[in-house]
């Protein structure tokens, strides 16, 4: 079973940096995307960032420009480098990983699995 960590929230200052980490634990065969969620209160959880098993990268509007995503696949550890950061940024930020994992007869297990989240709250 993957289980996902985050850590690294807390309590910044408006044009503050932070740096969310998402510790990926458990057998993954192969990576498809890793992705960083967001969802304020009130809101519903949107797309932060997304990560492809092959490098391309995605970004909502909001966000380009001031976050990054990156992945160490040695420590299967992904980032959000999370720069400039706005008071509309608070929210709980998550992480998602999809994946694919194979049966002992060797059928391929398409999975998500997803981390508790952090907190990022962004003072004015």
């Known amino acids: 079973q993957v289980q996902l960590v985050e850590s690294g929230g807390g309590l910044v200052q408006t044009g503050g940096s932070v740096r969310l980490t998402c510790a990926m634990s458990g057998s993954i065969s192969r990576i498809n995307a890793n992705e960083w969620y967001r969802q304020a209160l009130g809101k519903e959880r949107e797309l932060v960032a997304k990560l492809t098993g092959g490098g391309d990268t995605n970004y909502a509007d909001a966000v380009k420009g001031r976050f990054t995503v990156s992945r160490d696949s040695a420590k299967n550890t992904v980032y959000l480098q999370m720069n400039s950061l706005k008071p509309e940024d608070t929210a709980v930020y998550y992480c998602?990983?999809?994946?694919?994992?194979?049966?002992?007869?060797?059928?391929?297990?398409?999975?998500?699995?997803w981390g508790q989240g952090t907190q990022v709250t962004v003072s004015s």
């Open positions: 998602a990983v999809d994946g694919i994992n194979y049966s002992i007869h060797g059928e391929p297990i398409v999975f998500r699995s």
